[in-house]
Protein backbone atom coordinates (compact mmCIF):
# COMPACT_ATOMS: atom_id res chain seq x y z
CA UNK A 1 0.00 0.00 0.00
CA UNK A 2 1.02 3.32 -0.95
CA UNK A 3 -0.71 7.15 -0.04
CA UNK A 4 0.65 10.00 -1.76
CA UNK A 5 -0.11 12.96 -0.53
CA UNK A 6 0.18 16.40 -3.03
CA UNK A 7 1.35 20.17 -1.79
CA UNK A 8 2.68 23.32 -3.64
CA UNK A 9 -0.19 24.28 -5.41
CA UNK A 10 -1.54 27.42 -5.52
CA UNK A 11 -2.30 30.79 -7.33
CA UNK A 12 0.59 32.14 -9.84
CA UNK A 13 0.39 34.79 -12.71
CA UNK A 14 1.39 33.83 -16.55
CA UNK A 15 5.13 33.41 -16.73
CA UNK A 16 5.96 32.23 -13.37
CA UNK A 17 6.58 29.16 -11.54
CA UNK A 18 5.79 26.83 -8.86
CA UNK A 19 6.94 23.11 -7.46
CA UNK A 20 4.42 20.62 -6.54
CA UNK A 21 5.76 17.63 -4.45
CA UNK A 22 4.18 14.20 -3.94
CA UNK A 23 5.46 12.50 -0.44
CA UNK A 24 4.56 9.16 -0.12
CA UNK A 25 4.36 7.05 2.14
CA UNK A 26 6.14 2.78 2.65
CA UNK A 27 8.77 1.65 2.28
CA UNK A 28 8.77 0.42 -1.38
CA UNK A 29 8.52 4.14 -3.10
CA UNK A 30 11.68 3.37 -4.94
CA UNK A 31 9.99 0.44 -6.77
CA UNK A 32 7.29 2.67 -8.07
CA UNK A 33 7.67 5.18 -11.18
CA UNK A 34 5.77 8.16 -10.76
CA UNK A 35 3.29 9.73 -12.56
CA UNK A 36 1.92 13.25 -12.66
CA UNK A 37 -1.60 13.97 -14.58
CA UNK A 38 -3.83 17.14 -14.34
CA UNK A 39 -7.57 17.84 -15.19
CA UNK A 40 -9.25 20.91 -15.73
CA UNK A 41 -12.71 21.22 -15.04
CA UNK A 42 -14.99 19.80 -17.38
CA UNK A 43 -12.03 18.19 -19.00
CA UNK A 44 -10.90 14.08 -18.93
CA UNK A 45 -7.51 13.83 -16.78
CA UNK A 46 -4.52 13.90 -18.56
CA UNK A 47 -1.17 12.90 -18.96
CA UNK A 48 2.03 15.58 -17.61
CA UNK A 49 4.75 13.41 -16.81
CA UNK A 50 6.11 10.55 -15.09
CA UNK A 51 9.37 9.33 -14.13
CA UNK A 52 10.93 5.84 -13.68
CA UNK A 53 11.82 4.34 -10.51
CA UNK A 54 15.19 5.20 -10.68
CA UNK A 55 14.96 8.44 -11.95
CA UNK A 56 16.86 7.74 -15.26
CA UNK A 57 13.61 7.95 -17.86
CA UNK A 58 11.09 11.07 -17.99
CA UNK A 59 8.60 11.47 -20.21
CA UNK A 60 6.46 14.47 -21.17
CA UNK A 61 3.43 15.69 -22.48
CA UNK A 62 4.68 17.90 -25.64
CA UNK A 63 2.23 20.85 -24.26
CA UNK A 64 4.98 20.73 -20.79
CA UNK A 65 8.11 19.72 -22.50
CA UNK A 66 10.63 22.36 -21.95
CA UNK A 67 8.66 23.74 -19.33
CA UNK A 68 7.92 21.37 -16.73
CA UNK A 69 10.91 19.07 -15.07
CA UNK A 70 9.85 15.98 -13.37
CA UNK A 71 12.30 14.54 -10.04
CA UNK A 72 12.30 12.16 -7.65
CA UNK A 73 14.14 11.39 -4.18
CA UNK A 74 14.18 7.94 -3.44
CA UNK A 75 15.72 9.25 -0.25
CA UNK A 76 12.99 11.23 1.04
CA UNK A 77 9.88 9.25 -0.88
CA UNK A 78 9.05 12.42 -2.75
CA UNK A 79 8.47 13.15 -6.34
CA UNK A 80 8.52 16.81 -7.85
CA UNK A 81 7.25 18.93 -10.70
CA UNK A 82 9.06 21.91 -11.17
CA UNK A 83 7.08 23.85 -13.46
CA UNK A 84 8.14 27.36 -15.03
CA UNK A 85 6.80 29.77 -17.98
CA UNK A 86 3.29 28.61 -16.80
CA UNK A 87 -0.03 29.14 -19.11
CA UNK A 88 -3.08 29.86 -18.08
CA UNK A 89 -4.25 26.78 -19.53
CA UNK A 90 -2.22 24.91 -17.01
CA UNK A 91 -4.92 25.42 -14.46
CA UNK A 92 -5.79 22.34 -13.21
CA UNK A 93 -6.10 19.77 -10.04
CA UNK A 94 -2.65 18.19 -10.40
CA UNK A 95 -2.63 14.41 -9.12
CA UNK A 96 0.62 12.73 -8.54
CA UNK A 97 0.55 8.48 -9.11
CA UNK A 98 2.16 5.41 -8.78
CA UNK A 99 2.86 2.83 -10.78
CA UNK A 100 4.85 -0.94 -10.20
CA UNK A 101 4.54 -2.00 -13.16
CA UNK A 102 3.09 -0.18 -16.28
CA UNK A 103 2.19 -2.65 -18.91
CA UNK A 104 1.08 0.01 -21.27
CA UNK A 105 3.51 2.77 -20.82
CA UNK A 106 3.10 5.33 -17.83
CA UNK A 107 1.14 7.95 -19.78
CA UNK A 108 -1.64 5.92 -19.48
CA UNK A 109 -3.79 6.91 -15.92
CA UNK A 110 -5.22 3.45 -15.86
CA UNK A 111 -2.15 2.09 -15.57
CA UNK A 112 -1.50 3.61 -12.01
CA UNK A 113 -2.01 1.50 -8.93
CA UNK A 114 -2.39 4.47 -6.48
CA UNK A 115 -3.31 8.30 -6.71
CA UNK A 116 -3.20 11.35 -4.44
CA UNK A 117 -5.64 13.77 -3.69
CA UNK A 118 -4.64 16.43 -5.61
CA UNK A 119 -3.38 20.03 -5.47
CA UNK A 120 -4.96 22.71 -7.29
CA UNK A 121 -2.71 24.92 -9.47
CA UNK A 122 -4.31 28.31 -10.70
CA UNK A 123 -2.44 30.17 -13.55
CA UNK A 124 -3.74 34.01 -13.90
CA UNK A 125 -3.68 35.62 -17.42
Known amino acids: QVQLVESGGGLVQAGGSLRLSCAAS????????MGWFRQAPGKEREFVAA????????YYADSVKGRFTISRDNAKNTVYLQMSSLKPEDTAVYYC??????????????????WGQGTQVTVSS
Open 97 to 114: AAVLRAVLGLARASEYDY
Open 26 to 33: GRTFSSYS
Open 51 to 58: ISWSGGSS
